[in-house]
């Protein structure tokens, strides 16, 4: 079991804004010069996994970093401390002016487990982390199940349906799983594929909240596996777990 300190939690924390500071001046710049989309999710991407890779080694030099910009170092099997970043999440709707639903996220899985997590939200200036993780308002009663924003989701549209409830689409998986912490939602539910970096810092801020985050079948979500593929994800508030998990299953 890795040494997990203060200090970890608050440098998530900040390396998330920072790298979210950086691609509102990269997207801005861009848009000024209406230069081409593609080229504009290319370099930011880029330059995020750039500066959070330096900001981790500055300060943490022995730790090993899992990026979805970076190569694969098979070291970290070895490592209980793996930084697991995703420098720009929701590449699309980066690319695309005025859209919001976009975020950085950066954890620190300790040995396997999601422990430390930052998901900047850079459009609306927020950061939501393990530092001070932020506490769900009261449920407002109706059931809304977020998902993705271009492409169907059966097992979404199937609680929809079955909780009598609302489907709302988004980009980013951050951004989805902070609404449920926000109380913009009451369910995150993904299938069909994500990997490690889409999903290991939203689902440390949604546990240190108090939600629920696990996969479809119920089972502990793990990080720094040889496979990164995640097939599954459900973020939900913890009175929604059993009905939702009975119906599921």
């Known amino acids: 079991m890795a040494t997990i300190s203060q200090l970890d939690h608050e440098f998530a924390r900040y390396a998330a804004t920072e790298a979210g500071k950086l691609l509102l ?9 209406d230069s081409p989309n593609a080229d504009l999710g290319t370099y930011g991407d ?5 500066l959070l890779v330096k900001l981790i080694l ?3 030099p022995d730790d090993l970093i899992l990026s979805e910009e970076g190569e694969d170092d098979p070291s970290r099997f070895d490592k209980d401390r793996v930084w697991i970043i ?3 999440d929701g590449t ?13 996220h950066v954890a620190l899985s300790d040995t396997g487990d ?21 506490q769900p308002p009261p449920s407002s009663g109706s059931i809304r199940i977020v998902s993705s924003r271009t492409r169907a989701v059966p ?11 609302e489907l709302l ?14 109380g913009d939602a009451d369910i995150y539910v993904h299938a069909g594929g994500q990997y490690e970096w889409d999903n290991c810092a939203p689902a440390a801020v949604a546990l240190a909240s108090g939600l629920h985050a696990s996969r479809l079948d119920g089972t502990p979500l793990r990080y720094n596996q040889r496979d990164l593929y995640v097939p599954d994800l459900l973020i939900c508030r913890k009175e929604l777990v059993d009905p939702v998990l009975t119906l599921l299953s």
């Not at 001046?25 to 000024?32: E, F, G, K, L, Q």
């Not at 880029?46 to 750039?50: A, D, L, N, P, Y």
């Not at 689409?169 to 926000?182: D, N, T």
Request: hydrophobic share 35%; proline share 6%.
């Open 46 to 50: 880029t330059q995020s996994h750039r």
């Open 25 to 33: 001046d990269i997207r801005d710049s861009y848009h000024n010069l």
């Open 92 to 104: 699309r709707e980066y690319c695309i002016k005025g859209r919001s639903d976009w975020a950085v």
């Open 155 to 165: 097992v979404a549209e199937f609680l929809s349906k079955e909780l009598n409830g």
């Open 169 to 182: 689409r988004m980009g980013s998986a951050g951004v989805k799983a902070m609404a449920v912490i926000a």
């Open 114 to 134: 999601p422990t430390v997590g930052a998901v900047a939200l850079p459009c609306s200036g927020t950061t939501l982390s393990t530092l001070d993780p932020p």
């Open 58 to 60: 500055d300060q943490f």
């Open 86 to 88: 995703d420098p720009l």
